[in-house]
């Protein structure tokens, strides 16, 4: 399940900076290449919901298995693509493969995790998701200036051709469990209930961070002075501090010293304060440090969020619900740049960062404010 993890942030990100590096040889315009980032997550969002119920019907497995054979033969595709249409319908594919093998792969994370156990196997897989963040461009810089963009789609496929044949071998079968009857009304409780908004708000806010960070955080490295090179690095920084963080904090979870409650909104209150830094402290010793403690803060956020939500959910319908969370998240990874980047065209990139902080604080508020007490027995509240 680590290594599904790896390959669904090493694919979007590895090729997203691909594209870029590549854009003036493939002739793309900038609102071509702005589409051909956005379709892979227009896909996520649309399917995410939809294979995380079929998870729950037919199997995890075959899901995370056919997911990853998908991504494999769309990468494949990408190889022979010559037109902005074919490397657009490329990701496009990529990214609906990649909504059958993510949030499977995550309700077997808490199918296997157990709930003893759900905070450390939830850490242990986003670590492997942070390192396909952290990796993946600097992959993909590698590939494709030594051997052009379709080898790095060769790549792409054989990574995920290789997975595919490792769950097949040593994930166990975890069958289908019996379903109870859900009515409409059943499921517009679950998802307007605390036991879900919370953790979904709480991922929205990482997700938001990440997405706005991977911009933002390398445009203002460039504009204090840092080269092309020690810019992207900042985001390695923070995406190494997340993959640091994420096993840490679901050690602590599990063993009672750090309750999901404190820990998620501590981790919201290290997003908002490192983005509010980022607008105040323009200096590259700050930038590294902002770098540093936004991984931290979204790597905490993000392991107690989809912990906190498999200790919560039936295990008959744990599918759908990380199919409808991972559809939180990524509304929050298109939300976070567009609200920076539309108060930064009238009021300045500095104003866009203070923004977000303050909505990502009021977000971690309203958590603080409405999630459940510590109970008084000692169990995770």
Do not use: C
Not at 76 to 96: D, I, K, M, P
Not at 299 to 315: D, E, K, M, N, Y
């Amino acid at each position: 399940m680590n290594a599904a993890g790896f390959v669904t942030a090493f694919g979007a990100h590895s090729v997203a900076s691909g594209l870029g590096a590549e854009s003036q040889s493939l002739g793309f315009s900038l609102l071509s290449f702005g589409l051909l980032l956005a379709v892979y997550d227009i896909a996520e969002v649309i399917l995410k919901p939809v294979f995380g119920t079929l998870s729950d019907r037919i199997g995890l497995k075959p899901v995370i298995v056919g997911g990853l054979i998908g991504f494999a033969l769309m990468s494949l595709a990408g190889v022979f693509a010559g037109s902005v249409l074919l490397v657009g319908l490329a990701r496009f594919g990529q990214g609906a493969a990649a909504s059958a093998f993510s949030p499977a792969a995550s309700a077997a994370v808490a199918r296997l995790a157990g709930p003893r156990s759900v905070g450390r196997y939830f850490g242990r897989y986003g670590s492997w998701k942070s390192l396909g963040y952290a990796f993946g461009p600097l992959i993909a810089a590698g590939v494709v200036g030594s051997a052009g963009l379709a080898m790095l789609f060769i790549v792409l496929a054989l990574a995920s051709a290789v997975v595919a044949i490792w769950v097949v071998i040593g994930v166990p079968a975890l069958p289908v469990l019996p379903r109870q009857r859900y009515t409409v009304a059943d499921l517009a409780r679950q998802l307007t209930g605390r036991a879900f908004l919370l953790p979904v708000t709480a991922l929205a806010v990482a997700g938001g961070a990440l997405g706005a960070a991977v911009g933002f955080l390398p445009l203002i490295g460039t504009r204090i002075g840092l080269g092309i090179p020690a810019s992207i690095a900042v985001i390695s920084v923070m995406a190494i501090a997340s993959s640091v963080a994420q096993p840490l904090a679901g050690r602590l979870r599990d063993s009672g010293k750090l309750r999901p409650r404190t820990g998620i909104v501590g981790g919201i209150a290290l997003i908002a304060l490192s983005f509010a830094a980022g607008a105040m402290l323009p200096n590259p010793i700050a930038l590294y440090v902002v770098a540093l403690f936004l991984g931290v803060g979204i790597g905490i956020t993000t392991t107690l969020g989809f912990a906190q939500l498999a200790a919560t959910t039936p295990v008959d319908r744990m599918g759908r619900t990380m199919g409808t969370a991972e559809l939180g998240r990524e509304i929050g990874d298109a939300g976070g740049p567009l609200v920076i980047g539309a108060v930064a065209v009238g009021a300045g990139l500095s104003a866009g960062l203070v923004v977000f902080a303050v909505i990502a604080a009021a977000s971690g508020a309203i958590i603080a404010a409405l999630a459940p007490k510590p109970r008084v027995d000692g169990e995770h509240g």
